[in-house]
């Protein structure tokens, strides 16, 4: 059953700590994507890679990182430096850059970060 | 700046009848429009999209209109069933850019 797995569904951390999230697809495709999402927000571009070892910065990228090792895995650290941690963080993927009329975006089911 | 819009943050329908909604995009570039639908806690899941080039693309139930001389596209559902109550993205794309541009959402209730 292909999809892209994020864990955990919820987290919990204290201020001034790192924390990855995970995510894992089986889909076999090429490019993948956080986002996040915060109340009557919408969907923010955090992170996107396009390939295997290689990202790109999105709209709201500060205080946060990511690496691209393999191809069915995109973590994303939310650094101590992430002014606004809490929220609900979206893992998405492509079949290819060209994301739209016939290779829309997949998501996972999201995680919530919580940091207090 | 936010280039996709979606100025109704939420609606309520009745069951059977039709929910419209709306979003208004400020880049003329944009290759592809595409309607996504939310659950609370899942990650949205792709419902329609239409080419730039089209005004009309309809599946089932869900039809999108665009206009482009108004840079206005709305998503219709008929008829309305209470299984559709979510919060429906409008999204965008430019074929030369990274990602797809979100608005904020459209929380739709519909009531039996």
């Known amino acids: 059953d292909g999809g892209i797995t994020q864990s955990p569904k919820y987290l919990f951390r204290k201020e001034g700590q790192n924390v990855t999230l995970s995510c894992e697809q089986n889909?076999?495709?090429?490019?993948m994507y956080w986002y996040r999402q915060d109340p009557g927000q919408g969907l923010r571009l955090i992170y996107y890679?396009?390939?295997?070892?290689?990202?790109q910065k999105g709209d709201i990228a500060e205080g946060y990182s990511v690496s691209r090792e393999k191809k069915e895995s995109f973590p994303l650290t939310v650094t101590s430096a992430q002014k606004n941690p809490t929220a609900f963080y979206l893992c998405?993927?492509?079949?290819?850059?060209?994301?739209?009329?016939?290779?829309?975006?997949?998501f996972g089911n999201g995680t919530r970060l919580t940091v207090t | 700046d936010q280039q996709v819009k979606q100025n109704s943050p939420s609606l309520s329908v009745q069951e059977g009848r039709i929910s419209i909604l709306n979003c208004d995009y400020t880049n003329s570039m944009f290759d592809y429009f595409l309607w996504y639908k939310k659950y609370p806690a899942e990650g949205p899941t792709f419902l329609i999209s239409i080419s730039s080039i089209k005004d009309k693309n309809e599946d089932g139930r869900f039809t999108v209109f665009l206009n482009k001389s108004a840079k206005h596209l709305s998503l219709h559902i008929v008829p309305s069933q209470p299984g559709d109550s979510a919060v429906y993205f409008c999204a965008a794309w430019v074929d030369s850019g990274y990602a797809l541009n979100f608005g904020k959402g459209t929380s739709l209730l519909v009531t039996p």
């Open positions: 889909l076999n495709h090429d490019a």
């Open positions: 890679s396009q390939i295997v070892n290689d990202f």
């Open positions: 998405a993927s492509s079949p290819d850059d060209h994301t739209g009329y016939n290779s829309p975006l997949h």
